[in-house]
C-alpha cells in the first residue's frame, strides 16, 4: 500500500465543496479542514504509485478552487 499526504491551498469559498468531492474519491481514505498556511489534509491511499499519481495530479489539482498542493510521499511504515 502506497501512501501520500496532500496539503491543498484553496479558493476562498471553496473548502465545502472541494471537501466534500475529495471524499467522493475512492483512493481519499481521510480528509481534515487546517488552519495555516494549508487549508486542508487528504490522506491518500493506493495500491500503486501510479494511481496515487492519477488521483492527485489529474483530479485533486485540477479541482475548482484549489490554488495549490504539497505532496508528502510515505515511504515506508514504521514498526
Not at 481534515?32 to 504509485?49: F, N, P, R
Request: charged share 25%.
Amino acid at each position: 500500500m502506497v501512501t501520500a499526504y496532500v496539503l491543498i491551498n484553496c479558493k476562498i469559498g471553496f473548502e465545502d465543496s472541494i471537501i466534500k468531492e475529495l471524499k467522493s474519491m475512492s483512493h481519499v481514505k481521510d480528509v481534515h479542514a487546517t488552519y495555516g498556511a494549508y487549508d486542508m489534509l487528504a490522506k491518500i491511499e493506493s495500491w500503486s504509485v501510479h494511481d496515487l499519481t492519477e488521483t492527485i495530479t489529474l483530479q485533486i489539482r485540477k479541482m475548482d478552487g484549489v490554488n495549490s498542493t504539497l505532496t508528502l510521499m510515505g515511504i515506508e511504515e514504521l514498526k
